[in-house]
Structures are given as C-alpha cells and as structure tokens.
C-alpha cells in the first residue's frame, strides 16, 4: 500500500546551528538546499511550504549564515544550506560558511539528497559544479531548480531546461531539473511529488527507531 503524500504546509523550523556539532543526532533522512546567494534557496523553501516565513528571505545576497532545519515530518528534514559565491562579509567568515557547508556535505549521515537552486538566466556557475560533483562522489540524488523561471517565456524555458540537462549529461550523475517560480507556483506540483518519492524511498521507520535506541543506549 502506497505511504500517503506528505503535508508539506505542516514543515516547521527546528533549529539554527553555525556547524554540524551543534546540529541535532545524525538520524533520519535529511535533503538540503544548496545554492548561490540570491538564487532564490528560501523562497524555493517558503513555496514548496506553502508559508511566507518559513526559511528567512533578504534582498540582500548571504543573509542566510547558519544551517536552518525544518521538519516536514518525524525523521524527515529540509535544510537550507548557507548561500555561497556572493555576499558583503569579511573573507575569514566566507571561508567559516564555506568550511560549515563542506562538514555538513562530507559528514552528515542523515544527508540524502540535495535541491541545487540556479537563476535560470544564469545556470551551472563553479560553485554549482562543484557541488553537483560532490553529489556524484557521495552517489546522492540532486534535484536542480532552475530557479526564477518567471523571468522567461514559456519556450526559452524549455529551451533553458534542456540546455541544462544536456550539460548535466556529461556529469554522470543522478539529476532531474525542473524550472521553479516561487512567485508563480511554476513547477512546485513537480517537486512536491520528487521531495515526497524520495522520502518515501529512503525513509526507513524501522531503521529510525534503532538508531534512536542505538543513540539513547550511548548516552
């Protein structure tokens, strides 16, 4: 019997953390959110949750510092990543958002796949190569959302998403792409049902509650 579809308005912030020791226990599946600064990573977030507050939005590029965790259900968690590539800071606290980022991609057991949001005007950028290749070496999904996709037209749209998945064909790699509006609702039904098939996927219950108990026992 098919698991029912989750209700992804019921998301709700868990927690900020600067780095991966201050996140809560390695447990359950985690799909993180990762971009430039200003690609539209919490608004992707706020939209797919159907709240306007959720994940902290800014004109300003790099407001978001910290690893912010939501729950869309027990066990099952969004992160929004810090932006990377573009924001008004000092090069030492570029490099500490960098160095959290890399720890949370390279160490967090419960990372299950990654959201990779682009500006479709202005796609595949060396920051977006590079994780997308991290992606291919940890052999993790990654779902790219051609972010913004209201700015087009329909046809130049279309032309933009097989323009990326043709690049993306040379990567390897498991990736599906998507053009996304927050603005627009374009292609949000899409990712709800490629979010909700992965949870589905990869979210064992029983798995959850031995690691919990394995967690408690070593406390």
Known sequence: MAEEALDFRKTRFITSAPDIKHLPKDLGVEF???GRSNSGKSSAINAICDQKH???T?????????????????????VDL????YAAVSRSMKIEWQKSMSEYLQKRQALRGLVVTMDIRHPLKDHDRLVIDWSIAANIPALILLT??????VNRRKEAVGEVKHLLSEFGGNFTVVAFSAWEKIGLDEIHSILNNWFTILYDPEEMAEASADAADGE
Do not use: C, E, M
Request: charged content about 20%.
């Open 32 to 34: 993180a959110f990762a």
């Open 54 to 56: 959720l994940a902290k």
């Open 82 to 85: 810090p932006g990377y590539g």
């Open 148 to 153: 913004k996709a209201d700015k087009l037209g």
């Open 58 to 78: 800014s004109r300003t590029p790099g407001r978001t510092r910290l690893i912010n965790l939501f729950q869309v259900a027990p066990g099952r968690t969004l």
